[in-house]
């Protein structure tokens, strides 16, 4: 059960398939609905693989945060 006290965890390589397929010209709503994934989570990948190359957090914070 997914929510604010179990979090869902996606392995790196399942984060990466999800941005590429976006990347690639699949709707995001496509994607969401056959993955079970929320709008923010999507867009928090694809903005943090642009940015870094990477999805985790912890790579994509400013500093000081």
């Known amino acids: 059960m997914a929510g604010p006290k179990h979090p869902r965890h996606y392995e790196e390589s399942f984060k ?22 929320a709008h923010s989570t999507l867009h928090r990948w694809v903005q943090g693989i642009r940015d870094s190359g990477s999805t985790r957090a912890t790579d994509n914070r400013t500093p000081g945060r």
């Not at 590429?20 to 994607?31: D, V």
Request: no cysteine; hydrophobic share 25%.
């Open 16 to 37: 990466r398939q999800i941005v590429q397929l976006y990347e690639s010209g699949e709707p995001s709503r496509e994607i969401r609905a056959e993955y079970d994934i």
